[in-house]
């Protein structure tokens, strides 16, 4: 099976978007047969649905699978938690399934970035949860204080709701997540005690501080400012981080951040101003994120692991991740991982990224790679 997968990997990084719906129909009929055909669907029924608000009445149809969905609340502690199950409405019962777990700025279940899931992945015979984020949406909570444990305990709780369905198969529930949702789900399918397989799309296996070092010295960079300017913003991000994790006082954090918050390139360095600094800098969000080591979380997982990043991510160190997941892939066997050539963060094809952030920002991923290897990757775990 592995054979095949790397086989397909190999293939698909021939195939041109311009040539996406000829050479895709050719080379996926010719090679893949049975359950590998639903990688074309995965793919097909995205573009199809995606596109179906413009046809005239005259000639539209409704595509094929339909999907079903269906309300759920599932709770972790006293947090209550709302989302959406998405099923094919036909294909029976035993459905494997994927909980759905948010990056940083993507929280509800409506955002344009879990469209791809919940629309491709009925159409593979896989039901998806996607739900809203604690804190954001119909869910209660608040993210104050909290912790990556407890927002993976939250898709966990997830996953034992799913399991709780008639149609679903509980044998058969993985994870999957994108940037720091990438990070999320490799650490619920370590905390929990009987999921099947977990997907990691642009999560680097660097700490958060190290990621946000990189992602900022290059939105600076993108942005037009100077080597100068980085070096200012990274001595004053250390002064920061060094107060949080009590590394130095916290005059000399109020001071860098003084200094700093004057010049043009502050608003781009995801930092506090001087008078926003924490005084409880042990019960910062920060100072339980920044030191988070995702290779240790990737050690205490023993199911099917996938990790796929984009050749062109100005947010994540993917060169650095790929060369830990190469020394990892030497001790343990259940790590694959590919990278989509020329694709962003967000799994896109841009000519000139800029970097843009914030909630709602992400856009549906489009490359082609990604779904054909995602969508072959699944298919061999559910088989198993």
Known sequence: MNSTFNFLSEKLRLVRLSHFRINILTEVNRMIKGRFSLALRFTGVWIILSSRAAASDVWHVEGDPKVIA??????????????????????????????????????????????HLREGLPAMGIAVLIYDRRGSGDSSGTLKGVDYETLADDAIAGQNALSKLPRIDPKKIGFWGLSQGGWLAVLAAGRSKNASFAISVSAPLVTPGQQMEFATANLLTVRGYSEEHVKQMLETRKAWTGYITGANSRDAAVDALRKAETQPWFKLAFMPRASELTTDPTHSSWRKEVNYDPVTAVRQVKIPLLFIYGGSDPWIPVAQSMQQLRFL????????????????HEMMFVEKDTMTFGEGTMNAPQAPEYFMLMAAWLCQQIKK
Not at 74 to 88: C, E, I, K, S, W
Not at 330 to 344: E, F, G, L
């Open 70 to 115: 269906q309300d759920i609340q599932f709770a972790n502690g006293d947090v209550h938690l709302a989302g959406t199950v998405y099923f094919p409405k036909a294909g029976g019962d035993h459905l494997p399934a994927v909980v759905a777990l948010h990056g940083a700025s993507d929280s509800t279940r409506i955002a344009a970035l879990y469209q």
């Open 329 to 344: 892939m030497n001790q343990q066997h259940n790590i694959r991982y590919a990278v989509v050539p020329n694709a962003n």
